[in-house]
Nanobody, 118 residues
Framework: QVQLVESGGGLVQAGGSLRLSCAAS????????MGWFRQAPGKEREVVAK????????YYTDSVKGRFTIARDNAKNTVNLQMNSLKPEDTAVYYC???????????WGQGTQVTVSS
């Protein structure tokens, strides 16, 4: 089992940047594929980006391609999400997740709020 703690959320103006971090503890995070999800008020949770165990395979939802970058450091048991050119529609609670496979999400963090003002 793995525990996940997100950090780095906050309030930023449109066009600005934020860097979210997810620290994993417990079982070695390199055992898991990792991902970032978000949930805006009144909307369903959606996947933002995912990264394979080795970091060689990544996935981005279309709305963030070219603006967000997911990366992991297995030595430090962290996965980060660099978010650039932020838009008001990026406002949401962002969650870190870990899964036994690239397609699964078995463990979740508590979430961190990202608010982008126009």
């Amino acid at each position: 089992q793995v525990q996940l703690v997100e950090s780095g959320g906050g309030l930023v103006q449109a066009g600005g940047s934020l860097r979210l971090s997810c620290a994993a503890s417990g079982r070695t995070s390199s055992t898991y594929a990792m991902g970032w999800f978000r949930q805006a008020p009144g909307k369903e949770r959606e996947v933002v980006a995912k990264i394979s165990r080795s970091g060689t395979i990544t996935y981005y939802t279309d709305s963030v391609k070219g603006r967000f970058t997911i990366a992991r450091d297995n030595a430090k048991n962290t996965v980060n999400l660099q978010m650039n050119s932020l838009k008001p529609e990026d406002t949401a609670v962002y969650y870190c997740a870990a899964g036994g496979t690239f397609a699964s999400d078995d463990y979740w963090g508590q979430g961190t709020q990202v608010t982008v003002s126009s």
